[in-house]
Every structure is written in structure tokens, then in C-alpha cells.
């Protein structure tokens, strides 16, 4: 493929274009609820009512305000349809030409979406994700060419490094650095692995931006390739997103029958590959190095760092692993350049977040804010505060690893050290609502039997100590622990954090820790007031017996 | 190759740069407590216990695999590491069935050692008693899963060593379990070479010779530094 | 100066840490000087005490009647001593717990019964699901791990008590020893 032919294709199917774009989500939420019958009725509606020559349906990825699903949007007339069915088809198609109709309509230019900076989830809701054109159409695959043609490897690192994008697995190592290390690093082959494998309960981010937009990823990854001098990309994802699967087989196979993938990209030296890697359900490969065992067919579990995969990584070769959508912020940074990147977000957490906003709000679904945003303005103008007769208590992010930050905190800006300093983490985008109906020890508790069951069970203090850990929560919470029992269940956060081999069991007490600091009292109201060591373990009737 | 210069203790040691802390400490008469490590076979830094606290970071690493550098400042025993020592034993003690008095390996089981070496006179957390089985289907030897504290010692040792690759672990968390072929009886395994290696080198009773009885099974470990010392010495 | 008042209690044991008690021999006497032996197995009293000093528990706490027990001897005592590895860990007695009571039952009264194959409902405590160690029920003061521990540990916590000292145990007896 050359620049012209890519050139071409887009103008082509730019002229190709009719009048009105009807684009139907058909992204794992909306599938579920029917979005494939949803889209056959909108196609037979149109060529019942003859209006095939203005009007065309399609496909698309995620609008991201899954808690209105289905949707159906048409941007030119400024409409956008929630809870669509398929009897709802003929009626939206008919007000088209000028008939009226009674399906929920939902505000195209509420904070929900007015708020939003689309950088990862650009495409997002706009292009056919299993049609390259569609993708080609927006620019797609320009940045590759442009790297491969214009710029050195180092100029790509330089670019990343200047975006100051950071790893939006959860972490936020600095992207840049990672890139140059793995660059550095000798090696007769290199590899890049982006990261799907997600796994925190109620995050679905990545999910998203791989069944919208999978040809990003792939280009970030080539990109990434160029710049570290790999030439054989992986990505793993999780067998539970079987649509995300397909539409990167699709993805794949597209680009290398366009030679957007193979050897000698746009008629260079490079070359590049991606093959897809599919999990078997376990948490714990999210972790890089386990990550990397699984993909090695060997049983998915992590090792000790150092070696860094940077250094010693997949097979043993120099690695570089992202996450998902960290590689879908590498073609905007090529495309607009990085000091454009760096004036997004804050002075060390630049650029925008995906986050998937769920629980008790009014507005559930998928947002992608500037980093330096407050988790009120989140709470309150996104997610349109709680629902009716509810008062928010406190936010989770992190998932399992991560933290509760209370409603008086929820002027925190949301960047990677605010976060961190307030006793949670930026993790890798859940953010889950929570009003006064919900016990945080129960919170806790739910956490920490979900570390509990997908702890590898490698090193001891996360095998055993989740356990114990779990089992007093579950004590405390059934009224029958004590103060002693809260003290050994701190005694062993502090353990199990300080001591385990990887990040799952190193932040698997931080949702007890976290709910601790700030609604201790919710704990103590469950404890027993008899003095420790005097109350029967069994049953209470026993207890003080003297007969 | 280059020589580092440190401390370990307060105690001036210098040790060669591919060298891991718990060599150097070897090296030095300086004794770190080690459960799933053994002198020739591959650490896994599973076990934490011999995690130490190193200048410089706040992380506490574990001396068997990391590699000394110069200026550290390491400390094998502070209060801190202690603490988090006999916690990690008590751990192990409640999450299996251990009944050190009619173990066969008795007063010849590392973890016993550990725990007496660590003062550690009872277990603060409540016992699991999970129900784990034993497997005796192999004509000599045993498997006995409420010894077992999942230190891959057979794991590495049949994979690395014996090259057989008989043993694994299967399933998750406190579930986890060793296993032979592809969780298959021990007797029935077409790949075990009966070579007992295994069994040499398990750190308590979990897997014994048969027709041992209480504190009859002793182990005979030194065999692996010798065996691959010759093994080199061939290359 | 009064002598101290020790108690001895044989709970889910196999009275092998009382039978280490006596191995102490002529020591006994040594020690009788300073203490009263106001309950045990090894003499007549039937009721619990009050105001007991020091208690040593031999056996893990695996019925209901154990519990009741355990807990009288709490409230009635200053200093409670788990002695040997059933009172620590439940040991021995403790190697039934990953069976179901009926199993173990049916085990002990039918299947390895000569004779009046039944299993007893009245009379015998009711069996706890697990028998546990006595610290998972009370606070305990002291462990003396050891089964049985060697007449020379008793011998040196029950001095180190009387002369008013918590004695400390280390390197001195073991998890089975």
C-alpha cells in the first residue's frame, strides 16, 4: 500500500456516502439487548419507505451511554434514539421523510456527552469497526505511514515521551520511558504486547475502544513496533469478550490483506505483525509478567521484577506490553503531535481517561474526560447525580486494587498522584457509584473474595492471606467479630501488601485500607462489644455459662 | 566480572555482581530464612520469607533473587521483617493440615524448623482444615496434599532436573494443588521416572518414601548441588 | 509468701501431656512446695475452682461440654496455658476435621464397633463441627507446644511461673516435639 492508494480509498468511500447516516450500536451491551435485529428492521424499513438512496444504516462501536441502550443516533438530524427495539425500526425511519415518532428520544448535547474529550473513543460510535475503509476514511493508518516514512524510531519515542502520556493499564508508568527502554534494550527480536485482558469487576473500557475501534489499536501497536524495533505484535485479550475477539480477527485480516500489516509496510524495511492471544479467565494474567507466561503456553502466573519485560520479557527477549488503551492514544499523539497531547489533562497526568461509569448514578455508561477533571463534576454533571431519592456516598476506582473515596473528597481531580494521594488508584478506568444503601465493609468484602478467588496462588501471603482476610471480613460482617479481629485484619493488609510477589496481592487489601480510612465507623458498628477472648467462637449462647 | 561492595547487617561484604543477596549472605555466615528455595534449582521468590529490606526502597525484596549492587545497605532482620516472617508461617500453618506430631517427617521438616526458629508458638488464625486428600497410588512413594505448602520444589526440581516434567500445579489460590501429568494418579503417571528426586527434596512431609513412620522420612538434599556440579563439570 | 494455685485440665487430649506432668518425678515434690494443685485429673476435686492462678489445658476444645469448660475456666482463672499441641494447634483430635461428624461417627461407633454397634445420643457431649485450639475460644496467656512437651519444658514454665516470670519458650520445645 502506498500513501496515495490509502488516500484514495478514503476519498472513495467518502464519495460513496449518502445523505443521512442511521448508525445502529453494536457494541457488546446493545448486541444483547438486540441491536442486530434492531439494525435488519432499520435496513428493511429503509427499503420499505424506498429511501435507500438517502439513507444508509451502519454498524458502529459504542456510543458509550450503555444505561440508555440500544441506541441508535443520526447525526445529521441531530437525533438520538434510546432503548430502540426492532418494532421501533419503521417509526424512526418513517420520521426520516417526515413522520413523526414515539421512541425515547435522549440529548445529544447533555453534559453526558458535552462534557466528554474524545481522543481514544474518537471513532468511537462513528466508523464500522469491521470495515477498514471506514476506518481508512478517518485518517486511519495515515500515522503509520507517517513514521515509517518521515520519522526515525527515536523520533517516535521522542514524541511519546514528550506527549507525556502515562500507562493507562492502572499504573501510569510513563509510556515514553517504557518505549525508549525496550528501544535500548539488545535483543535479536523485540516484541509488543498490548495488554486486554481486563479484568476488574465493572470496567469495560478496553472492551469498548477493541469492538469500536480495533484498527487503532493495531496501529498504535505498529507504530509502537517501529519505534522499539519489534516486529511481531501480540495482543491478549480476555476470552469473556468474544465480540472484541472477532472484530480483531476481522481488524487483522483486513490490514494485512491491504498491507497495512506483513512485511515492508508502505513499501518500507518494516515490517510487522499482530496475532490475537486469548486468555482463559484469569485475573491474575492482567499482570504483565503472568501475562506473558500465559502467552508462552505456560500456566498464567507472575515472577518476580527485575528483570522488567523492557529487558527480559517475552521468551526472554526485550518486551514492550501497554494496555489497550494506551495504544489507542499512540495514533492521535502522531496525528496531532505531542506538545497538541500535552496540553490536554494536568502538569503530570496529561490527556483524557476512559472511564466506565456505573452504579448509582442516573447516566451509566462509557466517558472520556480530560485528566484534572473532579470526580463531582463526574458524578454530577456526567453521571447526573443519583438516581432519584438516593445520596451518593463514595466512589470506587481501581477495582480490586483500588480504592473508596468519600462524597466530601469528591473534589479530587481525577489524575494518577490526586488519586493516589487520597488512598485509591487510577487503575485502569472502573469508577462505581455508590449511595447510603451500600455497607462498605460489604464493599470490602466483595473485593477482597475477588482477589481471594483469582489469586494464583503462587506466593503465600496473597494465597493464604486473602483467605484470612476474607474470612474476618465475613466474621465482622455477620456481627460476630471483635476489635482483636479488626486489628489482625489491619495487621494483615499491612502484611499482605508489604510481602506479596505482584501487584494483585500487593494492592489486594487497598479496598479495605481505603474503606477503613474513611468509614472506620461502619466497621466499628458491626463489632461486638464483649472484650475480646471471652466470647464464644461458636455460639454465643455458651458464652459467660457457669452452671 | 565485576565485584560489588555492601552491607548486609552492618557487616561489610563484597560478593560478585551476578550474585543474589542470599548468596552473598551465604557467602558471609549471614543465615536468611528460605522455604521454596534450594541450592540448584531455579527461584521462583515464592515463599516472601526471605524478603529484606534494601536502601533505597521501600519495597522489601526478596534475597534469592535479587542481585546485589553496590553501596546497598541490606537488612536481613528487622523488626518489621520479622513480624511479617512469622505471619507468613502462621499462614502456612492454618491453611493446610499440618500435624507435625504423627508426620512422618517429623523433626526432619523444614517448615517445623522455621517455626521453631521463629519462636512461633501457636498459630493466631483460625485453621482451614481444607480437605485434602493423600495419593498413594505410587508403588514407593506418597503424596500427602496437607503436608504440602506449594513451594514447586517438585515442580522444578522433575523439570529441571529429572526433565521428566511430571509435576504441576493446578487451580487457583488456596485451591491450588501439585500435580502429576495431567492430574492423573501418581501410579498412573506414564512420565514419572520413579527417580525421587521429588521426594529428596520436598521441604516437609508432603511427599514421603512409603513404609516410613512418624520422623522416619529424612531427606537427603545435598544430592542436588553434587549432581549439578558434576553435570557442569561434563559440559 | 501463699502458694500458687494451679488447676490441670484434660480436655480433647490423650492425657499424654499430663503423663509428661508426672515424668517430672522427684521435681513434683520440689514444686509442691510452691503451689496448691487445686483441680485435675490427678485429683478428686469435681468442681472447677475460683480464684485459680495458674491453668495448664491439656486437649483441644471439640464439644459443646469443652466450650462450657473453656469458658469457666476463663472467668475462674488469672493465667491460662495451652500445654501440648492439642491445646495449640488441636493436633491429633484436630485430624477429624475435614470429615463430617456423621462420617467420624459412624467410623468410630458402627463401622470399627465389635459390639452394640449405635451411635450415642445421650449421655456423650455433643460434637463440635471442628475441634479447634483453645486461643480460637478464649484468651489464652501462654503456649507450651510439644506432644507431648518434655517434663524438663513443664518443669521450667511452671518454675519460671511460680517465681512469678513468663518463661520464654523459645528453642525449647516445638510444633510435635
Known amino acids: 500500500m502506498l500513501l496515495e492508494e490509502l488516500n484514495a480509498l478514503a476519498e472513495k468511500e467518502k464519495a460513496g456516502r449518502k445523505q443521512i447516516c442511521v448508525r445502529c450500536c453494536m457494541s457488546a451491551g446493545c448486541v444483547s439487548s438486540q441491536a442486530v435485529e434492531i439494525k435488519k428492521a432499520l435496513e428493511k424499513a429503509v427499503v420499505d419507505k424506498q429511501l435507500t438512496d438517502k439513507v444508509e444504516i451502519r454498524r458502529v462501536g459504542c456510543m458509550g451511554y450503555c444505561g440508555q441502550g440500544p441506541m441508535v443516533s443520526i447525526e445529521s438530524e441531530g437525533l438520538l434514539y434510546e432503548h430502540v427495539t426492532p418494532e421501533n425500526a419503521p417509526s424512526i425511519v418513517e420520521a426520516l421523510a417526515g413522520g413523526k415518532t414515539d421512541v425515547e428520544k435522549g440529548d445529544p448535547n447533555m453534559p453526558f456527552f458535552a462534557r466528554q474529550m474524545l481522543v481514544v473513543r474518537a471513532h468511537g460510535g462513528r466508523i464500522d469497526p469491521e470495515r477498514i475503509e471506514d476506518y481508512i476514511e478517518v485518517g486511519g493508518y495515515t500515522a503509520l505511514h507517517r513514521v515509517v516514512h518521515d520519522q526515525t524510531p527515536a523520533q517516535v519515542v521522542e514524541a511519546m515521551t514528550k506527549s507525556g502520556l502515562r500507562g493507562r493499564g492502572g499504573a501510569g508508568f510513563p509510556s515514553g520511558l517504557k518505549w525508549a527502554t525496550v528501544a535500548k534494550s539488545k535483543g535479536d527480536r523485540k516484541y509488543v504486547i498490548c495488554n486486554g485482558d481486563e479484568g476488574d469487576p465493572g470496567a469495560f473500557m478496553d472492551r469498548s475502544v477493541l469492538e469500536s475501534d480495533p484498527h487503532t489499536v493495531i496501529e498504535g501497536m505498529a507504530i509502537a513496533g517501529y519505534a522499539v524495533g519489534a516486529s511481531q505484535g501480540y495482543i491478549y485479550v480476555r476470552a469473556e469478550y468474544p465480540l472484541a475477539i472477532s472484530r480483531l480477527q476481522i481488524a487483522i485480516r483486513q490490514a494485512k490483506q491491504n498491507g497495512l500489516l506483513g512485511e515492508g509496510l508502505f513499501e518500507s524495511t518494516f515490517n510487522f505483525n499482530v496475532e490475537i492471544r486469548i486468555g482463559a479467565g484469569a485475573f491474575v494474567c492482567g499482570e504483565e509478567t503472568a501475562l506473558m507466561a500465559s502467552i508462552e503456553g505456560r500456566r498464567g502466573q507472575p515472577r518476580p521484577r527485575p528483570p522488567f519485560p523492557a529487558e527480559s520479557g517475552l521468551w526472554g527477549y526485550p518486551t514492550l506490553i501497554n494496555n489497550v488503551e494506551t495504544f489507542a492514544n499512540v495514533v492521535p499523539i502522531i496525528q496531532k503531535g505531542p506538545e497538541w497531547y500535552a496540553t490536554l489533562g494536568t502538569e503530570k497526568s496529561k490527556g483524557t481517561k476512559v472511564f466506565a461509569l456505573t452504579g448509582k448514578v442516573r447516566n451509566n455508561g462509557l466517558i472520556e474526560v480530560p485528566m484534572g477533571i473532579t470526580i463531582r463534576q463526574i458524578v454530577e454533571e456526567l453521571g447526573g447525580g443519583a438516581p432519584e431519592g438516593a445520596t451518593i456516598k463514595a466512589v470506587q476506582t481501581g477495582g480490586p486494587s483500588g480504592g473508596c473515596i468519600p462524597a466530601e473528597l469528591f473534589d479530587t481531580p481525577v489524575d494518577y498522584d490526586s488519586l493516589m494521594k487520597v488512598g485509591s488508584i487510577m487503575g485502569s478506568g472502573g469508577m462505581v457509584v455508590m449511595d447510603n444503601s451500600t455497607n462498605m465493609v460489604d464493599v470490602a468484602r466483595f473485593y477482597m473474595q475477588f482477589c481471594m478467588e483469582e489469586s494464583c496462588g503462587k506466593c503465600i501471603p496473597c494465597r493464604a492471606g486473602t483467605v484470612q482476610m476474607y474470612n474476618l471480613l465475613n466474621k465482622i460482617l455477620s456481627k460476630q467479630g471483635t476489635i482483636k479481629d479488626l486489628e489482625a485484619l489491619e495487621e494483615l493488609c499491612d502484611m499482605v501488601k508489604n510481602t506479596s510477589l505482584c501487584g494483585l496481592g500487593q494492592t489486594a487489601p487497598n479496598p479495605v485500607i481505603s474503606t477503613l480510612r474513611y468509614f472506620r465507623n461502619e466497621y466499628l458498628a458491626l463489632l461486638q462489644p464483649e472484650p475480646p477472648g471471652e466470647k464464644a467462637k461458636t455460639n454465643g449462647h455458651l458464652a459467660g455459662s457457669t452452671h | 566480572m565485576a565485584v560489588k561492595t555492601f552491607t548486609i547487617d552492618g557487616q561489610a561484604v563484597t560478593a560478585e555482581e551476578t550474585d543474589t543477596i542470599l548468596q552473598a549472605a551465604t557467602d558471609a555466615g549471614i543465615k536468611i530464612p528460605t522455604l521454596c528455595h534450594l541450592d540448584g534449582l531455579g527461584d521462583v521468590g515464592a515463599c516472601r520469607l526471605c524478603i529484606t529490606e534494601v536502601s533505597g526502597t521501600n519495597k522489601l525484596l526478596p534475597a534469592c533473587v535479587t542481585k546485589v549492587s553496590e553501596g546497598m545497605e541490606i537488612k536481613t532482620n528487622s523488626e518489621r521483617i520479622q513480624k511479617y516472617r512469622r505471619m507468613i508461617l502462621e499462614l502456612l500453618f492454618a491453611e493446610r493440615n499440618h500435624v507435625c506430631s504423627v508426620c512422618v517427617a517429623n523433626r526432619h521438616c523444614e517448615l517445623q524448623t522455621l517455626a521453631e526458629e521463629h519462636g512461633m508458638m501457636s498459630v493466631r488464625f483460625p485453621y482451614q482444615y481444607p480437605n485434602t486428600t493423600v495419593d498413594a497410588s505410587h508403588d514407593w512413594f506418597i503424596l500427602d496434599h496437607n503436608r504440602c505448602v506449594l513451594c514447586t520444589r517438585c515442580v522444578r526440581v522433575c523439570d529441571e532436573v529429572e526433565g521428566a516434567h511430571v509435576w504441576d500445579v493446578m487451580g487457583r489460590g488456596t485451591n491450588s494443588r501439585v500435580i502429576t501429568d495431567l492430574n492423573q494418579p501418581w501410579g498412573d503417571s506414564e512420565t514419572c521416572t520413579s527417580c525421587s528426586k521429588c521426594v529428596q527434596v520436598c521441604p516437609t512431609g508432603a511427599l514421603s518414601s512409603k513404609g516410613k513412620s512418624v520422623a522416619e522420612m529424612v531427606k537427603k538434599r545435598d544430592f542436588l548441588p553434587y549432581l549439578m556440579a558434576t553435570r557442569e563439570e561434563k559440559i | ?177
Open chain 3, 1 to 177: 509468701m501463699s502458694k500458687v494455685r494451679l488447676a490441670t485440665v484434660w480436655m480433647d487430649g490423650c492425657s499424654g501431656c499430663h503423663m509428661s506432668l508426672l515424668d517430672m518425678d522427684e521435681r513434683l515434690i520440689d514444686l509442691m512446695q510452691h503451689v496448691d494443685l487445686v483441680y485435675s485429673p490427678l485429683v478428686d476435686t469435681k468442681e472447677y475452682p475460683e480464684n485459680v492462678d495458674v491453668v495448664l489445658i491439656e486437649g483441644a476444645v471439640s464439644s459443646e461440654e469443652d466450650v462450657e469448660k473453656i469458658h469457666k475456666i476463663r472467668h475462674r482463672s488469672k493465667l491460662v496455658v495451652s500445654l501440648g499441641d492439642c491445646a495449640v494447634t488441636s493436633n491429633v483430635p484436630g485430624m477429624r476435621n475435614r470429615f463430617k461428624i456423621e462420617d467420624v461417627e459412624h467410623r468410630a461407633y458402627i463401622e470399627n464397633a465389635q459390639n452394640n454397634q449405635h451411635v450415642p445420643r445421650s449421655v456423650i457431649p455433643k460434637m463440635l463441627p471442628h475441634s479447634r485450639p483453645v486461643h480460637e475460644f478464649v484468651k489464652v496467656d501462654l503456649f507450651v507446644p510439644g506432644c507431648p512437651p518434655e517434663a524438663d519444658t513443664i518443669f521450667f514454665t511452671l518454675s519460671e511461673l511460680v517465681a512469678g516470670r513468663m518463661p520464654d519458650l523459645t528453642g525449647k520445645t516445638y510444633f510435635g516435639a
